[in-house]
């Protein structure tokens, strides 16, 4: 039972590690005043172009290929593809002053076409599934620890058996808990977020804060799908793997309270909660029911905060608000 529910928990946390850059890069954005809807469409995009970048490396590198090489490719294409999305959605909703909401639904379908299309082709291209070879999926997806760590009862499993995504999620959520908490430009962010118009006031550059915590936000976003193609789906591209990923990460940004160190905890418990379905079985409950559970969860907490009505736990006061300088 115990090596049941441990194997389930390093599962879990596997699971949720897409989860946790979508939702860190989401509650960047939205610290700094910016809603982008547009996650999932993101994720999509790094997801599709992760793949191919880590693809088209190997094919081009042939038997000398390095894994870390692709890994590195990976990560920064799909960056870059979910960098570029949350440009677009940040010149039209900062520059042109377009309603945020609209926007972000927008940039979901262009995002998930965008990665639905580059993912076809490149299957098409080939004639078949686009896949890396046996060799760099385990890169991707086995444990960079050696052996003997992995071994150790229960430490082990806990803490050196998950992919290098794991770690590198993890080193991400606590350099930005840290930078948003204990450093000037981290409260400038969370400033403008709170009051553009007193922080402008103050000296603070709004527009940039809100341009770079946007497309850097997307950027780290968009590799949370790259992670769920690289790992979950097994270096494969899937179409419809994705769905519904990104509006779980939006979901759980409220869950973490827009604190980006809650995220690890959080992340791991979606995960748990998204694969239950696979380990724990009542017969009269339907798979599906299963499946909504991290959404009332979300729900059941956003209802908690607003009885509260404590500010620390309340989303940032201009979220989703335009910021119009000359009504200051």
Request: proline share 4%; glycine share 12%; hydrophobic share 50%.
């Amino acid at each position: 039972m115990f090596a049941k529910l441990l194997a389930w928990i390093t599962a879990g946390v596997v699971s949720g590690t897409p989860l946790l850059f979508g939702t860190s890069g989401e509650i960047l954005t939205q610290k700094s005043g910016n809603m982008n809807l547009g996650v999932e469409g993101m994720m999509y995009m790094g997801g599709a172009f992760g793949l191919a970048g880590a693809y088209y490396y190997e094919q081009a590198a042939g038997e000398g290929a390095s894994g870390a090489v692709a890994v590195v490719i990976a990560l920064l294409c799909s960056f870059l593809a979910g960098a570029i999305g949350a440009l677009i959605f940040s010149f039209v909703t900062i520059t042109l002053r377009a309603n945020q909401n609209v926007t972000g639904l927008a940039l979901t379908m262009l995002g998930t076409g965008v990665g639905q299309f580059v993912g076809e082709y490149m299957r098409i291209k080939v004639g078949g599934y686009v896949a890396l070879s046996n060799a760099m999926k385990g890169v991707f997806a086995n444990s960079p620890w050696p052996a003997a760590l992995r071994d150790i009862p229960v430490i082990g499993p806990l803490l050196f058996s998950y992919n290098i995504f794991v770690y590198i999620g993890v080193v991400m959520a606590v350099v930005m808990a840290v930078w948003m908490k204990r450093t000037r430009t981290g409260m400038n962010l969370r400033a403008v977020g709170e009051s553009p118009a007193t922080a402008d006031a103050a000296g603070i550059d709004v527009i940039r804060y809100r341009y770079l915590a946007t497309t850097i936000g997307g950027g780290i976003s968009a590799i949370g799908g790259m992670v769920y193609i690289m790992t979950t789906a097994g270096c494969v591209w899937n179409h419809t793997g994705l769905s519904g990923v990104g509006w779980l990460a939006v979901a759980l940004v409220i869950f973490c309270l827009w604190k980006p160190a809650n995220t690890l905890w959080g992340a791991a418990l979606f995960g748990v909660l998204t694969i239950m379905y696979l380990w724990v079985s009542i017969p009269f409950i339907p798979r599906q029911l299963y499946k909504i559970l991290p959404y009332v969860v979300a729900i059941i907490v956003l209802i908690l905060v607003s009885m509260r009505q404590k500010r620390e736990n309340q989303p940032p006061a201009s979220l989703g608000t335009n910021y119009f300088r000359e009504e200051r």
